[in-house]
């Protein structure tokens, strides 16, 4: 029950969703969950290790986030989950070789269920320079949860390398309506500059470059949003 408990405030609160959690702040909705989890984690599962590793890699502890990754596949080697968290942690971390065979793994456990991983293989491509294959990714998931604002970013930047700035600009205005409609400003590249959490400079180089050639704002003289992104 209160690993149930855990996820449920965990996803919630990342999504933005606390206020209909019954708490007003992000650090309340966190709180909960990480309260929920300590006590789920009396006894260890996969599940409880994959969430421990997803509120590290949010942190910036990318160490801490793949050892718990790493726990959760080792309870389970069949665990499709567990290697999508572990893929997570490895691409912020900047180890991209690492996360793109823990995705194969991902994708070879549950190949009926590809849609998830869509994402991460878009960014770990991205940062790796195959801007026209993180595109295609980008451009899956975003088709498959086009209501999800976070993924929009990395499109735009691969947009932006790959010099396609028509479609950049029709992501810029997809993803911005999104932020609207969930009461937030719109995104500008110092938004992105400030609270971005991949651990290596080359990768937030590669991303905020993306973002310029895009043709998103660039927002340096405009206090960045107070939502924490990923």
Not at 117 to 145: K, M, P, T
């Given at each position: 029950?209160?690993?149930?408990?855990?996820?449920?405030?965990?996803?919630?609160?990342?999504?933005?969703?606390?206020?209909?959690?019954?708490?007003?702040?992000?650090?309340?909705?966190?709180?909960?969950?990480?309260?929920?989890?300590?006590?789920?984690?009396?006894?260890?599962?996969?599940?409880?290790?994959?969430?421990?590793?997803?509120?590290?890699?949010?942190?910036?502890?990318?160490?801490?986030?793949?050892?718990?990754?790493?726990?959760?596949?080792?309870?389970?080697r069949n665990n499709t989950e567990?290697?999508?968290?572990?893929?997570?942690?490895?691409?912020?971390?900047?180890r991209l070789n690492d996360a793109m065979?823990?995705?194969?793994?991902?994708?070879?456990?549950?190949?009926?269920?590809?849609?998830?991983?869509?994402?991460?293989?878009?960014?770990?491509?991205?940062?790796?320079?195959?801007?026209?294959?993180?595109?295609?990714?980008?451009?899956?998931?975003?088709?498959?949860?086009?209501?999800?604002?976070?993924?929009?970013?990395?499109?735009?930047?691969?947009?932006?390398?790959?010099?396609?700035?028509?479609?950049?600009?029709?992501?810029?205005?997809?993803?911005?309506?999104?932020?609207?409609?969930?009461?937030?400003?719109?995104?500008?590249?110092?938004?992105?500059?400030?609270?971005?959490?991949?651990?290596?400079?080359?990768?937030?180089?590669?991303?905020?470059?993306?973002?310029?050639?895009?043709?998103?704002?660039?927002?340096?003289?405009?206090?960045?949003?107070?939502?924490?992104?990923?």
């Amino acid at each position: 029950a209160h690993l149930s408990l855990a996820a449920a405030w965990w996803w919630s609160t990342r999504r933005g969703e606390y206020l209909v959690m019954g708490v007003t702040t992000y650090p309340e909705g966190l709180a909960e969950a990480k309260s929920h989890l300590k006590a789920a984690m009396k006894t260890p599962t996969p599940l409880g290790h994959r969430i421990q590793s997803e509120m590290y890699r949010s942190a910036g502890q990318f160490d801490e986030a793949i050892a718990e990754a790493e726990r959760a596949v080792a309870l389970d080697r069949n665990n499709t989950e567990g290697y999508k968290a572990l893929a997570s942690a490895q691409i912020w971390a900047g180890r991209l070789n690492d996360a793109m065979k823990s995705l194969q793994t991902a994708d070879r456990l549950d190949p009926e269920n590809l849609r998830p991983n869509w994402a991460y293989h878009g960014v770990a491509n991205l940062l790796l320079g195959n801007y026209a294959e993180a595109a295609r990714y980008l451009e899956l998931s975003v088709a498959a949860r086009p209501n999800l604002d976070w993924t929009y970013r990395y499109l735009i930047a691969a947009y932006g390398h790959l010099g396609g700035t028509e479609k950049a600009k029709e992501a810029i205005q997809k993803m911005n309506e999104l932020r609207i409609a969930n009461g937030y400003r719109p995104w500008t590249v110092a938004d992105v500059a400030s609270f971005s959490t991949l651990k290596r400079d080359k990768d937030k180089e590669t991303l905020l470059l993306g973002l310029t050639k895009a043709g998103l704002p660039s927002g340096g003289d405009v206090e960045a949003t107070s939502q924490r992104i990923d």
